[in-house]
């Protein structure tokens, strides 16, 4: 059995920026702040993190309450952020959950730096959430390692069935997923697909670096070879 976790943003999608966008609409809408100018990175990271950074920029106490509340605003915003921004499916992706699909010695997950929701409102804007049915979100950590443990255990829960670390696959376009990946002791597959350079992925050595899943040959060969 392998257990593969695909990243979302720049991995599986393009969304345009329009989660970033969503998160300053909310910050406006429920606090009344405008955060458009800041450098606050959120490639690769998660939404909890950062949110932690946006409320400390913007002196918004950290609680579960302002959480909460910063969080449904999010959500209320993000698909209308989504028609206003030009996304799309990137190349080769929708092949390749197709061919995974099908056979029974797979599990496509999710690891993921967006809240639950979020994952299902990004993924259902473009007709691809039905290829997943487990992960680990952003909803509760700011580290990555974390969510990717979480999404370790979603993936025991719903297979019901005993398997090593070694079968999980971890699938993303950005260092952050490389580093999460190997602190699970994964294999790691790293995709150009996003913002981060091939030299950029391959400083943080992944097992396998491709350009696109345009020709998934490779991805597959490191997948499903004997001896993995």
């Given amino acids: 059995m392998r257990i593969c976790l695909f990243d979302i943003d720049g991995t599986l999608i393009r969304s345009g920026g329009a989660g970033q966008l969503a998160f300053e609409n909310a910050m406006e809408v429920v606090f009344g702040i405008k955060t458009t100018n800041h450098s606050i990175p959120f490639r690769g990271r998660t939404d909890r993190a950062i949110m932690g950074d946006l409320f400390a920029y913007c002196g918004v106490e950290n609680n579960h309450q302002s959480w909460q509340l910063f969080l449904k605003a999010y959500l209320d915003h993000l698909p209308g952020c989504m028609d206003e921004r030009d996304g799309d499916v990137l190349p080769g992706v929708v092949d390749l959950l197709d061919q995974l699909s099908q056979r029974q010695d797979v599990a496509v997950g999710l690891l993921t730096g967006n ?90 050595s992944p097992d396998l670096l491709i350009e696109t899943f345009s020709q998934p040959e490779p991805l597959l060969e490191v997948l499903f070879r004997e001896h993995l």
């Fill in 115 to 204: 809240v639950a929701e979020g994952a299902q409102i990004k993924l259902g804007y473009f007709g691809i959430a039905h290829y997943f049915h487990f992960g680990g979100y952003g909803d509760h950590h700011p580290q990555r390692e974390l969510v990717a443990q979480d999404a370790v255990s979603a993936a025991r829960l719903h297979l019901g069935i005993p398997f090593e670390n070694k079968q999980v696959c971890v699938i993303g376009d950005t260092p952050h997923d490389i580093r999460c990946g190997r602190a699970i002791g994964a294999v790691v597959v790293g995709v150009c697909t996003g913002s981060h350079s091939a030299n950029e992925l391959a400083a943080t």
